[in-house]
């Protein structure tokens, strides 16, 4: 955050940043600011910093109270509307504090004190008496945000209420005191800009974001027939499948439906960073699949589609290009496609924010496989991954081996237990005895083949007292074999570095 906010100060001023004082209270033009890069094209807000970029701070007792005033006034339809729910952050720079607000575009037209404000390179201005410039502003974002189209005959009836309250749960999990927790489900909804107004028609309604989150599948069958997402892993069988799932539900289930698929057919290699286990699969594919489920575009009839194949992961979704080309993780726009759709995903810990998931997929993503990602934008977004060269897979025999990017390869390495005996005999003590060796053998084949074992979990798959459990996990953690990662009652013995190492050259 340090370094974003760095670069922003570098940058200076412009259509996308704005610098406020704000020392001891909020300039009176704060939400002016807010209101227009919601109306354009979003942007960074930071408070305590002069317009020349020098950064003053604001006065230590004061940065809580700018805070919780700034979240007040966002969801205050007096100050702003339609109101929004945005979390400050503060920000420390060499021991001066000041307040930094990322804001998104909207897909809805939004007015502070009745004004309606837009935003160019020279600052904010007012269009509220331009019916010209306003009327282009309506077009604008009913042209840009799909999510936003109006379907008046909806109801709350329409909807899931158990999704609503999974919602809730999530959000409050991440979020204490979020404000979703005592909002009855209409008033959720309302919150997270699902419904809105045309006033420039009239017409007001739930959204088609609404919909996309939380109708029930015949509802979102019935407004896009066409819609879905296909899963498919093509390794052996390339002209048809090995395995295909077509997911036609609501966006938040799609989420989970597709990375089970993922974590079924792809590895998770064993990967260290400052000695705590990175599930890198997990990370890549989790802003992997968020994006290709909010940064779509709906109404086309062209279904997404995730291709699992031997040596990468290539997944397609129609498209409103903005920039067309392939993305450059040091230099790119983040322009959301569906704004609405993308802050209730980040609400619920499902997405980050739009550049630093793309860069964490970037990072983690030449860990993973043979070559860094590839991110193309066009009328179809295109994104590919490349998957590892060599993981451990378990086959119907119950054996493991090692095997290029699918357990079904022709060409495969047998990984048994001799490779674990191997290991094990190396680097244990001669004075300990056969029936130990043997032991520790098992367990930790055990280990490997489910990723991780609690100490109860290796008593009872093993049929061991605590007490042998207990020594064994000490001898494997000696020679280097095994380690510990998590709370004493909750984690798990894991295989170390140097194990994952020797078995890698086997």
Excluded at 71 to 87: A, D, R
Excluded at 180 to 198: F, G, P, Q, T
Excluded at 321 to 328: A, E, F, R, S
Aim: proline share 4%; hydrophobic share 35%.
């Amino acid at each position: 955050m340090i370094e974003q906010v760095q670069q922003i100060l570098k940058e200076g001023e412009g259509i996308t940043v704005e610098f406020k004082t704000s020392r001891y209270e909020l300039n009176k033009n704060t939400f002016e600011s807010i209101c227009a890069f919601l109306n354009r094209k979003g942007g960074h807000l930071l408070l305590g910093v002069t317009d020349s970029g020098t950064v003053e701070g604001i006065e230590e007792k004061k940065v809580q109270l700018l805070v919780d005033r700034l979240i007040s006034l966002m969801n205050n339809p007096q100050k702003l509307s339609p109101t929004v729910y945005l979390i400050p952050e503060i920000v420390d720079l060499d021991g001066k504090k000041i307040i930094y607000l990322h804001i998104p575009e909207s897909s809805q037209v939004h007015s502070t004190a009745g004004k309606i404000f837009d935003r160019n390179s020279d600052g904010d201005f007012n269009v509220t008496g331009n019916h010209s410039l306003v009327e282009h502003l309506y077009l604008r974002k009913a042209n840009n945000f799909t999510e936003s189209g109006i379907y008046k005959f909806l109801s709350l009836e329409d909807f899931r209420p158990d999704l609503i309250a999974r919602v809730r749960k999530l959000a409050s999990v991440r979020t204490s005191g979020h404000p979703w927790e005592s909002m009855n489900d209409e008033e959720l909804l309302r919150s997270a800009k699902l419904y809105r107004k045309d006033f420039k028609t009239g017409e007001e309604g739930f959204i088609l974001a609404a919909v996309l989150l939380f109708g029930k599948d015949e509802i979102i069958q019935n407004i896009l027939p066409a819609y879905k997402t296909d899963a498919l892993v093509r390794i052996v069988n390339t002209d048809r499948y090995d395995d295909r799932l077509e997911v036609r539900t609501n966006l938040i289930e799609s989420y989970d439906l597709l990375m089970d698929f993922i974590r079924k057919h792809l590895p998770d290699p064993f990967y260290l960073e400052n000695d705590q286990r990175i599930n890198l699969r997990d990370k890549i594919f989790r802003e992997v699949i968020a994006n290709t489920l909010v940064h779509r575009e709906f109404l086309n009839s062209f279904p997404s589609r995730l291709v699992i194949e031997k040596e990468k992961v290539t997944i397609e979704n129609w498209n409103k290009p903005y920039i067309p080309g392939i993305i450059n993780p040091d230099n790119f726009y983040t322009h959301p496609k569906n704004p609405i759709v993308l802050e209730l995903f980040k609400q619920i810990g499902r997405a980050d924010e739009l550049g630093s998931g793309v860069r964490n997929v970037f990072k983690y993503g030449k860990l993973y496989g043979k070559s860094e990602p590839v991110f193309k934008e066009g009328d179809i977004f295109t994104t590919i991954i490349s998957i590892p060269n060599k993981y451990i897979f378990r086959d119907e025999g119950g054996d493991y081996r090692v095997t290029g990017s699918h357990a079904a390869l022709e060409k495969e390495d047998k990984f048994d237990a001799d490779t674990v005996n191997d290991a094990v005999n190396d680097a244990v003590n001669d004075a300990v005895n056969d029936a130990v060796k043997d032991r520790l053998k098992t367990e930790l084949m055990e280990i490997i083949k489910n990723e991780g074992l609690s100490l109860p979990q290796l008593m009872k798959d093993l049929s061991v007292k605590r007490a042998t459990a207990q020594r064994d996990m000490k001898i494997l953690r000696d020679i280097g074999f095994i380690h510990f990662l998590g709370a004493p009652k909750t984690g798990k013995y894991m295989i170390t570095k140097k194990l994952a190492q020797i078995l890698k050259k086997s």
